[in-house]
């Protein structure tokens, strides 16, 4: 069963973006949506948050268990097609959490470099060295001014 399946099965399905979306739960009379829903590695993944059973919201639905994995699907074509999407989802997922950890690094290369640049002698530096640590410290700033404005 792909996502769009299981969601069209459900009443009242809200949208929460980045592959998570809420419904009435099927299984107990609901007022407001308490089924969290998402497309996990390889099925549906849902949990009521009222305290209904898997079993029996699958049983509401007239669905078996298995029915919520991607590799259950009858279709070659369809469960290749969901596996491949939901694959380059995670290595985007996985790209955009290390950029975020290379900035995050960058961040503290660069605080490390001026708190450690404060009260040093630099009489005795050649123009050279002088330059590529000023180069050096520049850089740690903008990095940092970036970071503000983020």
């Known amino acids: 069963m792909?996502?769009?399946?299981?969601?069209s099965r459900v009443d009242a399905v809200k949208d929460h973006g980045a592959g998570k979306w809420s419904a009435?739960?099927?299984a107990h009379k609901d007022r407001t949506p308490s089924l969290s829903i998402r497309e996990g590695e390889r099925a549906v993944l849902v949990k009521c948050w009222a305290g209904c059973s898997l079993e029996a919201i699958a049983s509401r639905l007239g669905i078996k268990l298995k029915d919520?994995?991607?590799?259950?699907?009858?279709d070659p074509r369809q469960r290749r097609e969901t596996m491949q999407r939901r694959?380059?989802?995670?290595?985007?997922?996985?790209?955009?959490?290390q950029t975020k950890g290379r900035r995050a690094?960058?961040?503290?290369?660069?605080?490390?470099?001026?708190?450690s640049a404060r009260g040093l002698d630099?009489?005795?530096w050649s123009n050279d060295e002088l330059n590529k640590r000023l180069n050096a410290l520049g850089d740690a700033y903008n990095i940092l001014e970036a970071e503000s404005h983020d």
Do not use: G
């Open 105 to 115: 690094d960058a961040r503290r290369h660069a605080e490390y470099l001026i708190q």
């Open 24 to 26: 009435k739960c099927p």
């Open 122 to 124: 630099i009489s005795h």
């Open 87 to 97: 694959a380059k989802e995670q290595a985007a997922q996985r790209a955009a959490h």
């Open 2 to 7: 792909t996502i769009s399946e299981f969601l």
């Open 68 to 74: 919520l994995f991607f590799d259950s699907l009858a």
